[in-house]
């Protein structure tokens, strides 16, 4: 099994540029989460999808943030335009049942930086 | 809301010597505890959680938590630590709403082992 698989792992660009983060998900996790990690603290959720329904995405900025599942299994996180307090690490996360808590498994992250 | 602190933002022990890696815990209701660890520029990975039952948790490593309801904590502890666990360490706890599971992260320790 592959694990959660993100990509790229490292970008840089520079502000006001579009940027754009894939996750792959484990097969048959229905619930899949963007967590937000600035340096030094822990993750923060950005938005959580049930299948193809983002169900809380009450922590994503949506003036610049944007996200799809297209199809209910992959997903792609995107910023535009970006800002420099947007350099952070994004880890992609799923679950078998977003509803019963399963064990989160958690794909390695990319890490953005803005300059 | 749900939340856990983690009162040390970094905790030094000598390779073979016990460690303790504190988390304290605000929740209502029962609380549902997880310990994950993270490796540098690696994703989060899952040790250990506490959803009812015995008070003292083993997880993955041989790594262990305590579950201290009067206290309102759950410390990470290992009888004897090796270099190889230097790692980053986050305290989490998982809060319901809308019928669907999130987990809340606490800010991190990081552990040094030295040789």
């Known amino acids: 099994e592959a694990g959660v698989v993100q990509s790229p792992r490292y970008k840089i660009i520079e502000k006001k540029q579009p940027v754009a983060f894939w996750c792959n998900p484990i097969s048959g996790h229905n619930t899949l989460y963007w967590y937000r990690q600035n340096l030094g603290q822990g993750p923060e959720l950005l938005i959580r999808?049930?299948?193809?329904?983002?169900?809380?995405d009450s922590q994503l900025p949506k003036d610049r943030f944007s996200a799809e599942r297209l199809k209910g299994v992959d997903s792609t996180l995107k910023i535009q335009p970006a800002e420099l307090g947007d350099s952070a690490v994004y880890l992609c996360a799923s679950s078998q049942n977003g509803r019963t808590g399963g064990s989160y498994t958690f794909g390695s992250g990319t890490r953005l930086t803005v300059v | 809301a749900q939340s856990v602190a983690q009162p040390e933002d970094q905790v030094n022990v000598a390779e073979g010597n016990p460690l303790t890696v504190k988390c304290t815990y605000s929740v209502s209701g029962n609380p549902y505890l997880f310990w994950y660890v993270q490796y540098p520029n690696r994703g989060l990975q899952f040790l250990l959680k506490?959803?009812?039952?015995?008070?003292l948790v083993k997880g993955s490593y041989g790594f262990e938590a305590e579950f201290n309801k009067s206290q309102t904590s759950f410390h990470l502890k290992k009888p004897s630590a090796l270099v190889s666990d230097s790692a980053l360490y986050f305290c989490a706890v998982r809060e319901s709403t809308t019928g669907f599971q999130k987990l809340v992260f606490g800010t991190g320790t990081r552990l040094l082992v030295s040789p």
């Open positions: 999808y049930e299948n193809e329904e983002a169900v809380d």
């Open positions: 506490y959803i009812t039952g015995d008070n």
